[in-house]
């Protein structure tokens, strides 16, 4: 058969759970869209997804394998993603420090960093996390089932994974840009900033240690 959808159901339950576990995205998101609004989340969420379309479509075609069977270049992308994340980090940690005193009415002075450019952002952040990669290679193989064509059942897969999580992320950013105004007391960003980056050397740590 050219589609196999018996495994189906199993994927997307599967799926459900990776994309509601909170990550390097959500936490890059939510900031964005707290600190920034709408837009720019969006702009971000764009940025996430043109990379991991981009590393499904290297599964799909084969170069991930390729990639992955090399561990030099494999090490190489996990320094550049863990770099990448330190990045993030210092730069929140740097827009704590500018901003740490509250504006006279209370409301919360925007950190130089959220004036980058929200796409490029959110391409980089993902594309420079391996994790993504080899998840692709691990999770989306599985599911291939008796599909006589199995680059068709993973293009399937890799686009139903894709939409579970935009639907989400996106949900993640119109939530965020809702109540920005309510969270956008000091204490309360001070807070946002402090998880944030807390969440992004985690991450790099765990990059570079696995």
Known sequence: MLLDLTPLPAFLL????????????????????LHAGKRPGVLALAGIHSASVLQVA???????ALITGHPAVLSALKLIGAAYLLYLAG????????????????????APVDSANPFVRGFLSNITNPKMLLFSLAFLPQFVGGSTRPAVQLVLLGAIFLGLAAVWELTIVLGAARIADRLRHPRVARSLDVVSAAAFLTISIGLVAA
């Open 14 to 33: 599967a799926s459900a759970v990776v994309v509601l576990t909170p990550g390097v995205d959500t936490f890059l998101l939510l900031r964005t869209s």
């Open 58 to 64: 290297l599964v799909i075609s084969g170069l991930g």
């Open 91 to 110: 730069s929140i940690l740097r827009g704590l420090w500018l901003t740490r005193k509250e504006s006279a009415g209370g409301a919360l002075e925007r």
